[in-house]
Protein backbone atom coordinates (compact mmCIF):
# COMPACT_ATOMS: atom_id res chain seq x y z
CA UNK A 1 0.00 0.00 0.00
CA UNK A 2 2.65 2.26 0.73
CA UNK A 3 4.16 1.82 -2.29
CA UNK A 4 0.99 2.31 -4.00
CA UNK A 5 0.38 5.72 -2.55
CA UNK A 6 4.06 6.61 -3.54
CA UNK A 7 3.89 5.74 -7.20
CA UNK A 8 0.25 7.87 -6.95
CA UNK A 9 1.94 10.72 -5.29
CA UNK A 10 4.57 10.93 -8.40
CA UNK A 11 2.16 10.24 -10.87
CA UNK A 12 -0.09 13.43 -9.38
CA UNK A 13 3.35 15.55 -9.17
CA UNK A 14 3.90 14.83 -12.61
CA UNK A 15 0.21 15.63 -14.11
CA UNK A 16 0.40 18.95 -12.18
CA UNK A 17 3.92 19.82 -13.94
CA UNK A 18 3.06 21.39 -17.18
CA UNK A 19 6.56 20.35 -18.82
CA UNK A 20 6.09 16.83 -17.81
CA UNK A 21 2.30 17.46 -18.71
CA UNK A 22 2.75 19.13 -22.38
CA UNK A 23 5.31 16.36 -23.46
CA UNK A 24 2.91 13.24 -22.65
CA UNK A 25 -0.18 15.15 -24.21
CA UNK A 26 1.78 15.66 -27.48
CA UNK A 27 2.64 12.00 -27.57
CA UNK A 28 -0.91 10.85 -26.61
CA UNK A 29 -2.71 13.51 -28.99
CA UNK A 30 -1.10 11.86 -32.45
CA UNK A 31 -2.86 8.27 -31.18
CA UNK A 32 -6.06 9.28 -29.58
CA UNK A 33 -6.98 12.27 -31.58
CA UNK A 34 -7.80 10.41 -34.59
CA UNK A 35 -8.99 7.28 -32.84
CA UNK A 36 -11.65 8.98 -30.58
CA UNK A 37 -11.42 13.12 -31.12
CA UNK A 38 -13.97 12.94 -33.50
CA UNK A 39 -12.30 16.34 -34.95
CA UNK A 40 -14.00 18.30 -31.98
CA UNK A 41 -17.65 17.97 -33.31
CA UNK A 42 -18.80 14.82 -30.09
CA UNK A 43 -16.88 15.79 -27.19
CA UNK A 44 -19.24 13.81 -25.00
CA UNK A 45 -18.67 10.72 -27.04
CA UNK A 46 -15.00 11.16 -26.94
CA UNK A 47 -15.28 11.57 -22.95
CA UNK A 48 -17.43 8.29 -22.86
CA UNK A 49 -15.07 6.56 -24.85
CA UNK A 50 -12.27 7.14 -22.69
CA UNK A 51 -14.18 6.60 -19.34
CA UNK A 52 -14.89 3.44 -21.28
CA UNK A 53 -11.02 2.28 -21.73
CA UNK A 54 -10.25 3.18 -18.03
CA UNK A 55 -13.59 1.19 -17.19
CA UNK A 56 -12.85 -2.38 -19.08
CA UNK A 57 -9.38 -2.28 -17.85
CA UNK A 58 -9.25 -0.89 -14.29
CA UNK A 59 -12.21 -3.20 -13.41
CA UNK A 60 -10.90 -6.21 -15.53
CA UNK A 61 -7.79 -6.15 -13.51
CA UNK A 62 -9.25 -5.44 -10.07
CA UNK A 63 -11.97 -8.56 -10.52
CA UNK A 64 -9.24 -11.06 -11.48
CA UNK A 65 -7.07 -9.95 -8.22
CA UNK A 66 -10.25 -9.96 -6.27
CA UNK A 67 -11.22 -14.07 -4.60
CA UNK A 68 -15.11 -12.99 -4.33
CA UNK A 69 -15.62 -16.35 -2.71
CA UNK A 70 -13.51 -15.76 0.18
CA UNK A 71 -14.92 -12.23 0.46
CA UNK A 72 -18.64 -13.58 0.29
CA UNK A 73 -17.48 -16.21 3.04
CA UNK A 74 -15.77 -13.65 5.34
CA UNK A 75 -18.91 -10.78 4.86
CA UNK A 76 -21.69 -13.01 6.06
CA UNK A 77 -19.29 -14.18 8.72
CA UNK A 78 -18.69 -10.78 9.51
CA UNK A 79 -22.58 -10.22 9.22
CA UNK A 80 -23.56 -12.85 11.74
CA UNK A 81 -20.80 -11.50 13.98
CA UNK A 82 -22.28 -8.37 14.13
CA UNK A 83 -25.86 -10.07 15.08
CA UNK A 84 -24.09 -11.84 17.98
CA UNK A 85 -22.68 -8.96 19.25
CA UNK A 86 -26.20 -7.14 19.31
CA UNK A 87 -27.21 -9.72 21.48
CA UNK A 88 -24.24 -9.73 23.64
CA UNK A 89 -24.49 -6.12 24.19
CA UNK A 90 -28.41 -6.43 25.10
CA UNK A 91 -27.56 -8.67 27.63
CA UNK A 92 -24.32 -7.37 28.64
CA UNK A 93 -22.40 -10.06 28.73
CA UNK A 94 -18.64 -9.13 28.68
CA UNK A 95 -17.16 -12.01 28.03
CA UNK A 96 -18.65 -12.60 25.01
CA UNK A 97 -18.21 -9.30 23.58
CA UNK A 98 -14.14 -9.73 24.06
CA UNK A 99 -14.48 -13.11 22.35
CA UNK A 100 -16.56 -11.75 19.65
CA UNK A 101 -14.41 -8.93 19.36
CA UNK A 102 -10.99 -11.03 18.51
CA UNK A 103 -12.68 -12.57 16.18
CA UNK A 104 -14.06 -10.08 14.35
CA UNK A 105 -10.77 -8.64 14.48
CA UNK A 106 -9.03 -11.50 12.65
CA UNK A 107 -11.90 -11.70 10.07
CA UNK A 108 -11.68 -7.88 9.28
CA UNK A 109 -7.62 -8.64 8.85
CA UNK A 110 -8.11 -10.81 5.94
CA UNK A 111 -11.06 -9.03 4.87
CA UNK A 112 -8.75 -5.54 4.60
CA UNK A 113 -5.69 -8.05 3.02
CA UNK A 114 -8.60 -8.81 0.25
CA UNK A 115 -9.09 -5.24 -0.46
CA UNK A 116 -5.47 -4.14 -0.55
CA UNK A 117 -4.77 -6.80 -3.43
CA UNK A 118 -6.97 -4.83 -5.68
CA UNK A 119 -4.64 -1.55 -4.63
CA UNK A 120 -2.11 -3.50 -6.93
CA UNK A 121 -3.45 -2.59 -10.33
CA UNK A 122 -3.76 0.81 -9.34
CA UNK A 123 -0.15 1.92 -10.62
CA UNK A 124 -1.18 -0.10 -14.02
CA UNK A 125 -4.43 1.51 -14.33
CA UNK A 126 -2.71 5.02 -13.78
CA UNK A 127 -0.20 4.63 -16.26
CA UNK A 128 -3.07 4.76 -18.68
CA UNK A 129 -5.72 7.53 -16.80
CA UNK A 130 -2.45 10.08 -16.23
CA UNK A 131 -2.17 10.92 -20.33
CA UNK A 132 -5.48 9.87 -20.86
CA UNK A 133 -6.56 12.89 -18.53
CA UNK A 134 -3.85 14.98 -19.50
CA UNK A 135 -4.81 14.54 -23.22
CA UNK A 136 -8.28 14.86 -22.02
CA UNK A 137 -8.08 18.01 -20.44
CA UNK A 138 -6.05 20.32 -22.93
CA UNK A 139 -8.48 18.36 -25.61
CA UNK A 140 -11.38 19.46 -24.03
CA UNK A 141 -10.43 23.29 -23.65
CA UNK A 142 -8.63 23.59 -27.21
CA UNK A 143 -12.42 22.83 -28.50
CA UNK A 144 -13.63 25.98 -30.44
CA UNK A 145 -16.92 25.92 -28.17
CA UNK A 146 -15.54 24.21 -24.92
CA UNK A 147 -19.35 23.75 -23.42
CA UNK A 148 -21.91 21.22 -22.94
CA UNK A 149 -25.55 21.28 -21.45
CA UNK A 150 -26.92 19.66 -18.87
CA UNK A 151 -30.59 19.72 -17.83
CA UNK A 152 -30.23 22.93 -15.34
CA UNK A 153 -27.99 24.70 -17.50
CA UNK A 154 -27.75 24.70 -21.42
CA UNK A 155 -23.79 25.58 -21.51
CA UNK A 156 -21.30 24.43 -19.01
CA UNK A 157 -17.33 25.50 -19.78
CA UNK A 158 -15.46 22.20 -19.74
CA UNK A 159 -12.98 23.91 -17.44
CA UNK A 160 -15.19 25.52 -15.01
CA UNK A 161 -13.61 25.16 -11.18
CA UNK A 162 -15.99 22.84 -9.39
CA UNK A 163 -14.64 21.95 -5.91
CA UNK A 164 -11.24 22.17 -7.25
CA UNK A 165 -11.97 20.29 -10.39
CA UNK A 166 -12.89 21.08 -13.33
CA UNK A 167 -16.40 20.72 -14.97
CA UNK A 168 -15.48 18.03 -17.56
CA UNK A 169 -14.03 15.72 -14.81
CA UNK A 170 -17.42 15.48 -12.76
CA UNK A 171 -19.31 14.66 -16.63
CA UNK A 172 -16.64 11.92 -16.72
CA UNK A 173 -17.45 10.33 -13.47
CA UNK A 174 -21.30 10.77 -14.15
CA UNK A 175 -21.10 9.25 -17.81
CA UNK A 176 -18.83 6.02 -16.86
CA UNK A 177 -20.66 5.08 -13.48
CA UNK A 178 -23.46 2.79 -15.30
CA UNK A 179 -20.60 1.34 -17.24
CA UNK A 180 -18.84 0.48 -14.59
CA UNK A 181 -21.48 -0.85 -12.12
CA UNK A 182 -22.30 -3.38 -15.39
CA UNK A 183 -19.70 -4.27 -16.46
CA UNK A 184 -18.13 -4.84 -12.90
CA UNK A 185 -21.56 -7.10 -11.95
CA UNK A 186 -21.46 -9.02 -15.44
CA UNK A 187 -17.91 -9.56 -15.29
CA UNK A 188 -17.96 -10.69 -11.32
CA UNK A 189 -20.87 -12.58 -12.43
CA UNK A 190 -19.04 -15.38 -14.56
CA UNK A 191 -16.06 -15.43 -12.60
CA UNK A 192 -18.15 -16.52 -9.41
CA UNK A 193 -19.79 -18.73 -11.39
CA UNK A 194 -16.86 -20.31 -13.38
CA UNK A 195 -14.97 -20.47 -9.44
CA UNK A 196 -18.62 -22.65 -7.81
CA UNK A 197 -18.64 -24.88 -10.79
CA UNK A 198 -15.12 -25.65 -10.19
CA UNK A 199 -15.17 -25.97 -6.79
CA UNK A 200 -18.29 -28.06 -6.85
CA UNK A 201 -16.87 -30.48 -9.30
CA UNK A 202 -13.77 -30.97 -7.16
CA UNK A 203 -16.07 -31.86 -4.37
CA UNK A 204 -16.33 -35.72 -5.42
CA UNK A 205 -12.72 -36.14 -5.99
CA UNK A 206 -11.55 -35.46 -2.41
CA UNK A 207 -14.12 -38.05 -1.33
CA UNK A 208 -12.98 -40.90 -3.56
Known sequence: MFIVMIFMMIMLFAFLNPAVR?????????VLSPLIGFGGHFPTITIMIAELIVVFLGTTLRIFYTDFVQQAKIQNTLKALRLKQREAFKTKDQVKIKELQKVQSSYMIQNTQLMNKQFKVLPVTMIVIFP????????????????????????????KTIIFFPAWVFLYGFLGIPFTIMYQRILRYFILRK?????????????L
Open 22 to 30: SSVVGGTNT
Open 195 to 207: RLDAMKGAVPARG
Open 132 to 159: LFAWLSEFLLSLPYPVFSVPWASSVYFG
